[in-house]
């Protein structure tokens, strides 16, 4: 389990509730803001893999679906934006089994990149950290 001292976050409940409804939540904000926190404190038995590393991005893209097996049940994926072919491949597992809370994506938003949008995660608005659903 991730151990952490967290600041109290009102935007926890926020992701509790929306991964309760949506297979795909998304979490974005500037780097350092606590995005990879927050979501292995929300989620602490759920798998993760950071697409940061250069082995597990190097594995992404060369097996994609070999790297995705691993977390047929539903992962965390930090830095998301480092792989943006995952989000096609999410779309293709989501549609044949849409379990609320599957996925948790992180995602670096900077200024240029702030009003980012993919159908998969609905969208993202501002460089704070942001929650976004798949609808």
């Known amino acids: 389990m991730y151990k952490l001292d967290m600041i109290p976050r009102t935007l926890a409940e926020t992701l509790r509730r929306l ?4 297979p795909v939540v998304a979490i974005t904000g500037p780097r350092q803001s606590g995005k990879t926190t927050l979501a292995r404190a929300v989620f602490p038995d759920k798998p993760y893999a950071s697409l940061e ?3 597990e991005r190097a594995f992404a893209l060369e ?3 070999g790297f995705l097996a691993r ?3 539903g992962a965390v994926f930090d ?3 480092r792989w943006p072919d995952l989000f096609s491949y999410l779309q ?3 549609d044949q089994q849409r379990t609320p809370g599957r996925f948790v994506l992180n ?3 900077t200024v240029r990149t702030a009003r980012w949008r993919h159908p ?3 969208g993202t608005r501002r460089a704070y950290p942001t929650v976004a659903v798949r609808v």
């Open 79 to 81: 830095e998301a934006q």
């Open 63 to 65: 097996d994609p679906r």
């Open 53 to 55: 590393d250069p082995i």
């Open 107 to 109: 995602r670096v938003s």
């Open 19 to 22: 991964a309760q409804s949506f």
């Open 120 to 122: 998969v995660t609905g």
């Open 92 to 94: 293709g597992m989501v």
């Open 71 to 73: 977390f047929d049940q």
